[in-house]
């Protein structure tokens, strides 16, 4: 993997060992920065790179920052992010210990669904990310992160209840926390999946 600017240019595959993976990291951190491949990078207030543990086993995806994740420039940190770690605490998962992030780095007005050519513009960046935390299980939350990742057109039921892989990693899908938040009614579908979660959490663990 190389820099060239804001260009990011991939030679390896997830699942691959990199020498300095959290320098390089680093590195695509300032690229995302700097990054003005989309005019997302006219309305954004802050690039939203991700957070959490640069060697986590567990990776979750979102679709794209909110409004409070672009003001402080941290993931999942609004409403959704606050289902999200009651959902960490009940199934005993430490936030600190995973890695969390979503497909665009930069949030699109009015928290409209991403453009196909937004989602190609910013995917490197999170192949990169992926590829060198080279976690053992990545948790699609939503239907942005699990078409963006796999690249099938299936309908979020139709991704539950499967391991896929994308390249040598285990993946999962689930809903997004803002759709549960939207309807209730999905509130135990998503507590049966963090439940799996957890088991593979624990098994990664030994």
Not at 16 to 21: A, E, S, T
Not at 105 to 115: D, G, Q
Not at 149 to 176: A, C
């Amino acid at each position: 993997m190389e820099l060239f600017g804001d260009e990011l240019i991939l030679t390896e595959e997830p699942g691959k060992v990199i020498i300095n993976p959290i320098e390089k990291l680093n590195e695509i951190k300032k690229a995302v920065e700097n990054c003005k491949k989309c005019n997302l990078h006219k309305t954004r207030t802050n690039t939203v790179f991700g957070s959490g543990n640069l060697q986590a086993d567990i990776v979750f995806i979102g679709e794209a920052p909110g409004r409070d994740e672009d003001l402080q420039g941290k993931p999942f940190v609004g409403r959704a992010g606050m289902l999200l770690n009651r959902l960490f605490k009940m199934v005993g998962i430490d936030r600190n210990e995973v890695f969390i992030g979503n497909v665009l780095k930069c949030r699109p007005p009015n928290n409209r669904t991403p453009s196909s050519f937004e989602i190609s513009q910013c995917e490197p960046y999170l192949i990169a990310q992926l590829q060198l935390i080279n976690p053992k299980l990545i948790v699609c939350l939503g239907l942005t992160a699990a078409k963006a990742l796999l690249k099938m057109e299936y309908t979020l039921g139709q991704f539950r209840h499967s391991i896929f892989k994308y390249h040598n990693i285990d993946l999962m899908v689930t809903y997004h926390p803002a759709a549960v938040l939207r309807n209730p009614n999905l509130e135990k579908a998503i507590v049966e999946d963090f439940e799996k979660i957890k088991e593979i959490y624990l098994k990664e663990a030994d």
